[in-house]
């Protein structure tokens, strides 16, 4: 794999050398690095930087994008040369209505339960102590969830219509 060269890389797309296996390697590897600035806190998702809940964060997508690429492989099979293309193809509208949906789902509980939300947040408890122990809230472990549940819906979503693509070829 070439990290920092493109020319070798260009040279090796253009003969058609590049691997099924390398391209879902150079794929996670994009996933990683998109997400590495957050990880690094140079712009990060949530205001919960450089804490418990931070290191949580980046450890649960970076095993989801692990995990998730790993199973969409597995679901277009080893001998599949135009994995990436069709990963890469389906992600966009498939991650663009999962998004959607999740995001509205999550603000339509925000808002219709605003301030019953900032009660329960506020309120003495042993999981919102926890939750302020690693530096968020109960509005930031919605937000936690609801992208998490989404990044997991995406991989989900592409597997299955990767094995459709498969079963129609």
Same mark, same amino acid.
């Given at each position: 794999?070439?990290?920092?060269? /493109? &020319? +070798?890389?260009?040279?090796?797309?253009?003969?058609?050398?590049?691997?099924?296996?390398? =391209? /879902?390697?150079?794929?996670? !590897?994009?996933?990683?690095?998109?997400?590495? +600035?957050? &990880?690094?806190?140079?712009?990060?998702?949530?205001?919960?930087?450089?804490? $418990? &809940?931070? !290191?949580?964060?980046?450890?649960?997508?970076?095993?989801?994008?692990?995990? %998730?690429?790993? !199973?969409?492989?597995? *679901? &277009?099979?080893?001998?599949?040369?135009?994995?990436?293309?069709?990963? /890469?193809?389906?992600?966009? +509208?498939? !991650?663009? /209505?999962?998004?959607?949906?999740?995001?509205?789902?999550? $603000?339509?509980?925000?808002?219709?339960?605003?301030?019953?939300? *900032?009660?329960?947040?506020?309120? +003495?408890?042993?999981?919102?102590?926890?939750?302020?122990?690693?530096?968020?809230?109960?509005? %930031?472990?919605?937000?936690?969830?609801?992208?998490? %549940?989404?990044? *997991?819906?995406?991989?989900?979503?592409?597997?299955? =219509?990767?094995?459709?693509?498969?079963?129609?070829?």
């Amino acid at each position: 794999m070439y990290f920092f060269r /493109t &020319a +070798p890389l260009v040279l090796a797309l253009a003969r058609n050398e590049v691997s099924p296996r390398d =391209q /879902t390697y150079y794929l996670l !590897a994009s996933f990683l690095v998109l997400y590495l +600035p957050s &990880a690094l806190g140079v712009s990060h998702l949530s205001g919960a930087y450089a804490t $418990w &809940a931070h !290191a949580i964060d980046v450890l649960f997508y970076i095993s989801i994008v692990v995990i %998730g690429t790993l !199973a969409a492989r597995a *679901a &277009a099979g080893e001998a599949n040369r135009n994995f990436i293309m069709e990963f /890469t193809c389906l992600l966009m +509208p498939i !991650a663009l /209505t999962t998004l959607a949906a999740a995001w509205s789902l999550h $603000w339509l509980v925000i808002w219709s339960l605003g301030e019953e939300l *900032a009660r329960w947040t506020w309120a +003495p408890s042993a999981f919102n102590n926890s939750l302020r122990a690693v530096g968020t809230d109960l509005v %930031g472990f919605l937000a936690f969830v609801t992208n998490a %549940g989404a990044i *997991a819906v995406i991989f989900a979503r592409i597997v299955r =219509q990767l094995r459709s693509v498969q079963a129609k070829k």
